[in-house]
Structures are given as structure tokens and as C-alpha cells.
């Protein structure tokens, strides 16, 4: 039951709740108690940090990322986030300099057409935990 005095409960509630969700959804825990902002941000981060990890697996450098928006690194990076979560294709689109978050969405979808690819990301997301 929430507490009275917030609709989403006071700050006791919330870290009663932060305690308790990895017991309750594991893969929620991390936004448990978050207000809408907070846990937008907090997603960003997330994915920031599925993103470094991947990176440091493929061994690509970041920081080097061709001009190219349909780049192979930047579409198997970024098919290997869409793949493993909710990640949004207008983050992607901005973080990877991939165009317009349609751009990546399809440079993805082709990515994932072929098999081969689907078997590299595998191997990729087998090497990280994401």
C-alpha cells in the first residue's frame, strides 16, 4: 500500500521499495523509487554504461567512430543494445551520430536480417553483461 501524502509515496516508501525490488524484479531495482524524470535519466545512464561495455568487448574505440552514420561499428553496437533492451532509437541515433532515430532503427532492422550478424551479437552479448 502507498503511503498518503505523494502518489508515489514518501521517501521511507522509496527506499523501503529500492530495498525490496531486486527480491521483487530483479531488473527493475535499479529505477525502484525513481520519479518519471529521474528514471529517464537514469536509463540514459544505463544505457551509457551497456554501451562502454559492448564497445570495450568489440574493441571499439568510442571516440573514433567513423563519420559514416551506417558505420558496421555503430550498427553492430547499436543492434546489440536493441537487442538486449529497451533502448530508444533517438538515444542511438544521437550517442552513435547515426541521423535520425528512423535512420537507426532501420540501419538495425537490416543488421538483424542476417544471420550471420545475429550470431556475432551473440557472441558480443555473451561477452558482456548487459
Do not use: C, Y
Not at 72 to 99: E, F, H, I
Not at 104 to 109: E, P
Amino acid at each position: 500500500m502507498i503511503p498518503s501524502g505523494s502518489p508515489f509515496g514518501d521517501a521511507k516508501f522509496k527506499q523501503e521499495m529500492k530495498r525490496l525490488m531486486p527480491e521483487l524484479r530483479p531488473d527493475q531495482s535499479r529505477f525502484a523509487g525513481l520519479e518519471a524524470d529521474e528514471a529517464k535519466k537514469e536509463r540514459m545512464e544505463m544505457w551509457e554504461e551497456q554501451l562502454q561495455l559492448l564497445a570495450a568487448a568489440a574493441k571499439i574505440d568510442l571516440t573514433k567512430l567513423a563519420d559514416q552514420k551506417s558505420h558496421p561499428d555503430k550498427v553492430r553496437l547499436a543492434a546489440a543494445l536493441k537487442t538486449n533492451n529497451s533502448v530508444s532509437n533517438g538515444w542511438l541515433a544521437q550517442r552513435l551520430q547515426m541521423g535520425q532515430p528512423a535512420s537507426a532503427s532501420k540501419f538495425v532492422r537490416r543488421h538483424l536480417l542476417n544471420p550471420k550478424n545475429n550470431h556475432a551479437g551473440r557472441i558480443l552479448l555473451s561477452k558482456v553483461k548487459t
